[in-house]
Each structure stands twice: as C-alpha cells, then as structure tokens.
C-alpha cells in the first residue's frame, strides 16, 4: 500500500506567482489545484521548473504534448483536440497547463499535476497533468499535458503562475509514501 503525505499547501489570493521549494525525500509528486481562478481575463495558466538551489531561476528545457477534450455549455461542439500550439519542443519557456482562462466566479481550474524523481541526477525528471476548467469561450475543457524536464541535475523547485496578471487559488504538494 501507499498513500499522499501533505507536504505543503499555499493560498493564493492576488499572488502573481507560487512556488515550491521542497522537492526531496519522495519519488513521486503530486500537486492538486483547487478553485485557480485569474483576475486577468483570457489567459494561460502554466509551470516551469528550477535546477538552481538559490536563485530559482525557472528555465529548464523541457519536451511536452498538450491536448484535450472539450464541451461547449449549450451542449454543442465536443471535440477531442492536439494543441501543438501548446506543446513545447526543448524549450525553457513554461508550460501552459490551461488557456484561455476566464475570470469570473465560474471560470476556475482544477487538477493534478505529477513528478517523477525530481532528485534524480541520472535521469530525466518525467511529468503529467490532467485537469479541468471552463474557459472564457463558455466551454469545459479537460486538458491532458505530458513531457519530460530535459535534465539529470535535480529539480530544486517549480513555479506555477498566468502568462499575465495574479490569480486566487489554492496549491497542495503531495509526495508519495510507499509502505
């Protein structure tokens, strides 16, 4: 058996960004997002990792694909999409988690994201995420992302954060406890 010891969790209330610092001592991370919600309307929420143990300097190249399924709210256009727009090829840039994202009340986001090994300085540091949100466009969309930090120095921190303006929400970091 195993189970998801609470490492950390931070609230965010106008935060421009969230970071997390402690990535020792579990193989595998997860990080739950409740409630995400922009104050800027119509943008991206995204991630990206630090190999620095001081500064934080969040420019590891990574490789990812991004898609999704998505349903308008008057019940039209589902749809399962290959967003190649947002898929990152050896780049250091940050990976967008959601687009796109409204700001009003009932247009938040939620989901997982998971890390594997981060304190590796063998292999590559592999991650997925796979959540929910209802974009300014009056859709629900559940995106899928997955890829893999290009490095085998250790990850010493991630940072979580909108292409543009603060946001609200909360962040859980998770780390798996094998029994």
């Not at 780049?91 to 988690?97: D, E, F, K, R």
């Not at 209802?134 to 997955?146: D, G, H, S």
């Amino acid at each position: 058996m195993s189970d998801w010891a609470l490492i950390s969790e931070s609230t965010a209330s106008g935060a421009a960004n969230v970071s997390f610092t402690d990535l020792t001592g579990y193989k595998i991370f997860k990080f739950v997002f409740i409630d995400v919600n922009p104050a800027t309307d119509n943008v991206k929420f995204q991630f990206n990792g630090s190999d620095d143990a001081s500064s934080h300097t969040y420019d590891i190249t990574k490789t990812t694909t991004y898609f999704d399924a998505q349903h308008k709210q008057d019940g039209n256009y589902g749809a399962l999409y290959y967003k190649t727009s947002h898929d990152l090829e050896q780049s250091t840039g940050y990976q967008s988690l959601g687009y796109e994202l409204g700001n009003g009340g009932d247009e938040c986001l939620a989901g997982e994201l998971h890390l594997f090994n981060p304190a590796s300085t063998t292999y590559v540091k592999h991650f997925y995420y796979v959540g929910n949100y209802y974009q300014n466009t009056e859709y629900t969309l559940n995106p899928y992302v997955a890829g893999y930090f290009n490095t085998t120095s250790a990850i010493t921190a991630l940072n979580f954060k909108m292409d543009s303006g603060n946001f609200d929400g909360v962040i859980k970091q998770y780390g798996l406890v094998a029994t």
